[in-house]
């Protein structure tokens, strides 16, 4: 019985999961146990915001920004598949 309850992890926070999420792009997937993920998006979100930012200004921010959005939804969306 012991082995069970070891088994089975302790469900993950929802507003941790977001915290993380809006304050830094990709940890909030890596505090779901997507660590690799939270790592690519982590490092795509950095390369965007400086790469697109140097080659179309203003427009590179609004990308960037989409990316980030979409980093947010997905990491809800993520939880919900985990946690339905």
Same mark, same amino acid.
């Given at each position: ?10 469900? /993950?926070?929802?507003? %941790?999961?977001? #915290?993380?999420? $809006?304050? !830094? +792009? ?6 779901? @146990? &997507?660590? /690799?993920?939270?790592? %690519?998006?982590? #490092?795509?979100? $950095?390369? !965007? +915001? ?6 179309? @200004? &203003? ?26």
């Amino acid at each position: 019985m012991a082995d069970d309850a070891k088994s089975t992890p302790k469900p /993950k926070s929802l507003a %941790i999961t977001m #915290i993380l999420a $809006i304050v !830094l +792009g990709g940890i909030g997937h890596a505090y779901l @146990g &997507f660590v /690799k993920k939270g790592l %690519i998006i982590f #490092i795509i979100g $950095i390369g !965007l +915001g400086i790469g697109l930012y140097y080659l179309f @200004g &203003f427009w590179g921010t609004l990308a960037t920004l989409a990316f980030y959005i979409w980093q947010i939804i997905d990491a809800y969306k993520t939880y919900k598949r985990l946690y339905p």
